[in-house]
């Protein structure tokens, strides 16, 4: 199999953040600020990065703005042909500050449709900084995406969110249901849809793309434990994306350091190249070959990809297997019974909130 | 048919993959040469006809229908809008 050079790289600057969302999917082991690579280490990331032919790098986190730095880590970027997307809480964009990063888009989240439902889940308030830096980016005309988490406690809200989104100018719209990972998992049963409201959200989505058609592109993402239809990790293991961490570990999904046998590699120790093509890592679930029954023979197995390494070792242990969110797993039953337990109702505040 | 590229895409050329490339907001489209030298020319401006005249003054036997073909199957994709 001839490997293909990565499009996109996925730059976690920091996992240091202003809020603390129940959703959040940065590990449980937080890396430390001190931990965190220099200046100079992430410019020759991402000059590893354009050597081996990636196009778009997403600043992201934590929160990238909590990088004193990000003006030369963008403008380093730029100067090496890459286009940069900041991932942003949008906590700290003021237009002084936006005017000081080579930036090519400006990805926003947004938490809830309302300030107190956005406190909830971020335990924090920011609802006036987020609608400013909405307003600061469209000012200095970049493209705007707004990205929402969806789970049980704004997922009936998704009506208000895109007029939310509206008003912000934005002219992407994200609304994607919660991938349970890091602390996501941890608070998984307060933060599980019902069934029910994810058929109503999903009607909601349908009529709203039909609207805002031509003017805001919406993209959905399914809840697979709902659909039964895996989402393709990655798009492929080590076909298109790499995720660099604060630390410099390189991984090949932004959660593959959850797999305890995985060796991590780190970009302190070996070049980004080596880590892509050659690194154990890259290779374990590279292409299709490493796939059992029922996707070795499935129709699907090019569409689904076999679904998440890692939700497949978190469900059972085994990162190899059919990720059980699929129709088709033999180990379906465990998801069955995590979405039974979802529409068993789960109020107070969430069991965990990262620091 | 005016036809132009999306809002906020743009072409680049990626030298380390020797690859033309169609950057969108979170999204990166891999070109082949034919269609980069057809969206190339998808300024807004130019209308079908003199995309082909472009065209016809770097290869030979350029035919309009086949151009056409081409950036209709391109805007099934999204990537370059027809007005």
């Known amino acids: ?355 | 048919m005016t036809p132009h590229l999306p809002p906020h895409a743009s072409l680049r050329w990626n030298p380390a993959r020797g690859e033309w490339l169609l950057m969108m907001p979170e999204e990166v489209v891999v070109l082949n040469e034919t269609a980069a030298s057809v969206l190339a020319l998808c300024d807004g401006r130019r209308g079908l006809a003199a995309i082909v005249s472009e065209l016809e003054t770097e290869y030979e036997g350029v035919e309009e229908a086949q151009v056409e073909e081409l950036l209709r199957g391109l805007a099934g994709q999204r990537l370059v809008e027809l007005r």
């Open chain 1, 1 to 355: 199999m001839t490997i293909p050079a990565p499009l996109g790289m996925l730059a976690e600057l920091t996992h240091s953040c202003p809020l603390h969302c129940a959703y959040c999917s940065n590990p449980v082991e937080l890396v430390a600020g001190t931990d965190e690579l220099s200046t100079a280490g992430w410019v020759s990331v991402f000059a590893a990065a354009a050597a081996l032919g990636v196009a778009q790098v997403h600043l992201s986190g934590g929160e990238p703005l909590r990088r004193r730095d990000l003006p030369e880590l963008s403008a380093a970027c730029r100067e090496r042909g890459l286009y940069t997307n900041l991932i942003t809480s949008g906590v700290g964009l003021t237009g002084e500050r936006l005017a000081a990063l080579a930036v090519d888009h400006v990805q926003l989240s947004v938490q809830d449709a309302d300030p107190e439902g956005a406190a909830r889940i971020s335990a924090t308030r920011t609802w006036r900084q987020k609608l400013a830096a909405a307003r600061v980016v469209k000012e200095r005309g970049l493209p705007l995406t707004v990205n929402v988490v969806l789970h049980r406690h704004n997922v009936d809200h998704v009506e208000s969110l895109v007029a939310l989104a509206e008003r912000m100018g934005a002219d992407r719209l994200e609304l994607a249901h919660t991938q349970y990972y890091g602390w996501a998992l941890r608070n998984r049963d307060w933060l599980l849809a019902t069934a029910a409201q994810v058929r109503a959200a999903d009607a909601v989505v349908r009529a709203a793309a039909a609207r805002l058609a031509g003017r805001i592109e919406l993209a959905y993402v399914s809840p697979d434990l709902h659909t039964g239809w895996p989402k393709p990790c990655m798009d492929g293991w080590g076909r298109r994306q790499l995720t660099v961490t604060p630390s410099g570990n390189v991984l090949p999904c932004p959660v593959a350091d959850l797999l305890p046998d995985l060796t991590v590699e780190n970009v302190r120790y070996r070049p980004l190249r080596a880590i892509w093509y050659e690194s154990e890592s890259f290779n374990r679930f590279r292409g299709t070959d490493w796939m059992r029954e029922p996707c070795r023979s499935c129709p699907r197995r090019d569409v689904d990809l076999g679904g998440c390494r890692c939700q497949a070792y978190q469900f059972t242990g085994d990162a190899a297997v059919t990720d059980p969110a699929c129709r088709y797993s033999p180990h379906r039953p465990l998801v069955e019974a995590v979405l039974g337990a979802a529409e068993r109702s789960v109020g107070g505040p969430p069991g965990h909130r990262r620091r």
